[in-house]
């Protein structure tokens, strides 16, 4: 197409578009039904029990899976997939996010994306500027350790280094008594571990 037609065919498109009726209003009915269908519950369930790749291809739709403790029924981001995807062998979430003691098929990791979430392998290098602006992003004692300890938190990384995968307790570092108002009571160890976390220089093996 010549320079002068293509001008010719974008002068058309912006005609035809300036022509859309957009409504200055929605319904309340239209504005749920909007809201839902974004968060996945406009599609129609699989017929069958649905594939890891399945549950792979839910979580990407809606960008993140919330992790959290709450388990008065079940550990809550077991949830969304029922609720969108119906009846589904949780095992097969648990082998693509690394979870349980089973094989794996890493195609979810872990991070501090929203809040602590679950989120495709793909997604966790576009997080690189959350990464790079702890002071900014991270919550006080996640932020303030590498300042205040900066030798701890070396030293946890050269442990993460040299032993593999770890757990909090494996730093050495010792949990203070429990104190009212606060919910997680965070050792120094856990801390450095949480900023080598938040900063993508560990990550969650299990």
Do not use: C
Not at 82 to 110: C, K, M, Q, T, W
Not at 179 to 187: S, V
């Amino acid at each position: 197409m010549s320079r002068r037609r293509r001008q010719g065919a974008y002068a058309t498109a912006r005609v035809t578009a300036s022509r859309v009726q957009i409504p200055s209003k929605l319904t309340q009915s239209a504005a749920r039904r909007i809201a839902l269908a974004a968060q996945g519950f406009g599609r129609p369930r699989p017929a069958g029990p649905p594939s890891a790749g399945s549950i792979a291809k839910l979580v990407e739709r809606l960008g993140a899976l919330q992790l959290d403790s709450v388990n008065v029924f079940l550990r809550a981001h077991y949830m969304p997939i029922y609720s969108r995807l119906g009846p589904y062998d949780r095992a097969r979430l648990d082998r693509i996010a690394g979870h349980g003691e089973g094989p794996i098929d890493r195609r979810l990791v872990e991070y501090w994306a929203h809040e602590a979430s679950l989120v495709p392998l793909e997604v966790h290098p576009l997080l690189r500027w959350r990464m790079a602006d702890v002071d900014g992003e991270a919550w006080g004692s996640i932020s303030r350790v590498a300042r205040e300890q900066p030798d701890l938190v070396a030293e946890t990384l050269e442990l993460v280094v040299g032993q593999g995968p770890i757990r909090a307790r494996d730093t050495g570092s010792v949990r203070p008594p429990p104190r009212p108002g606060h919910m997680w009571n965070w050792h120094e160890g856990k801390r450095a571990l949480e900023h080598l976390f938040f900063t993508g220089q560990v990550a969650a093996a299990r």
